[in-house]
T-cell receptor, first 112, second 117 residues
Framework: DTGVSQDPRHKITKRGQNVTFRCDPI?????LYWYRQTLGQGPEFLTY????????KSRLLSDRFSAERPKGSFSTLEIQRTEQGDSAMYLC??????????FGPGTRLTVL | AQKVTQAQTEISVVEKEDVTLDCVYE???????LFWYKQPPSGELVFLIR??????QNEISGRYSWNFQKSTSSFNFTITASQVVDSAVYFC??????????????FGKGTLLTVNP
């Protein structure tokens, strides 16, 4: 399978715990995006990487969120001290040089 | 700022009916891309089409067709002879066509289409 993969697919955690999600983009796609989707809404942009450089962060990304993309390959999104409002689907997408974004299956986070 | 509006929250049709999903967008930029994505119950967003703001030609792909009208800032999606497998949430999205925008997508809230047998 050469699509975008995300791990885990589901995560249940207690409020206050830290969680980390992983995204493996399509090979050789230099652009990588994270989005968050809550129930009944469209995905909202969180952050963008071009190769290993994080070039943009949304105001939605509070200080408790951090993302990395070491060596321009896979990416991780960490949420520290989770809150119930963080419950959502976290989507990763990758893109070649221009535009068209291909999405992974998402990680569904539930904070109890 | 960009905005995408999908006024239809839910649509229900009977199999073989035609259905049109509406999308209206707002942007001050003159160059941009418009997209439609499908999100089946499994959750993964599936790319359907990309349209450049300079290209207003309508497009047809099998049972799918798209009508892009800059004069009304609309990019509507029609499914002809709908099938049960078309049941999904459909999202319209916009990205600016400039490197500074990083091509991030702005999505509408989606339209839930249910096709009944």
């Amino acid at each position: 399978d050469t699509g975008v993969s995300q791990d885990p697919r589901h995560k249940i955690t207690k409020r206050g715990q830290n969680v980390t999600f992983r995204c493996d983009p399509i090979s050789e796609h230099n652009r990588l995006y994270w989005y968050r989707q809550t129930l009944g809404q469209g995905p909202e942009f969180l952050t963008y990487f071009q190769n290993e450089a994080q070039l943009e962060k949304s105001r939605l990304l509070s200080d408790r969120f951090s993302a990395e993309r070491p060596k321009g390959s896979f990416s991780t999104l960490e949420i520290q001290r989770t809150e119930q409002g963080d419950s959502a689907m976290y989507l990763c997408a990758s893109s070649p040089v221009l535009n068209e974004q291909f999405f992974g299956p998402g990680t569904r986070l539930t904070v109890l | 700022a960009q905005k995408v509006t999908q006024a239809q929250t839910e649509i229900s049709v009977v199999e073989k009916e035609d259905v049109t999903l509406d999308c209206v967008y707002e942007t001050r930029d003159t160059t941009y891309y418009l997209f439609w994505y499908k999100q089946p119950p499994s959750g993964e967003l599936v790319f359907l089409i990309r349209r450049n703001s300079f290209d207003e030609q309508n497009e047809i792909s099998g049972r799918y067709s798209w009508n892009f009208q800059k004069s009304t800032s609309s990019f509507n999606f029609t499914i002809t002879a709908s099938q049960v497998v078309d049941s999904a949430v459909y999202f319209c999205a916009l990205s600016l066509n400039s490197g500074g925008s990083n091509y991030k997508l702005t999505f509408g809230k989606g339209t839930l289409l249910t096709v009944n047998p």
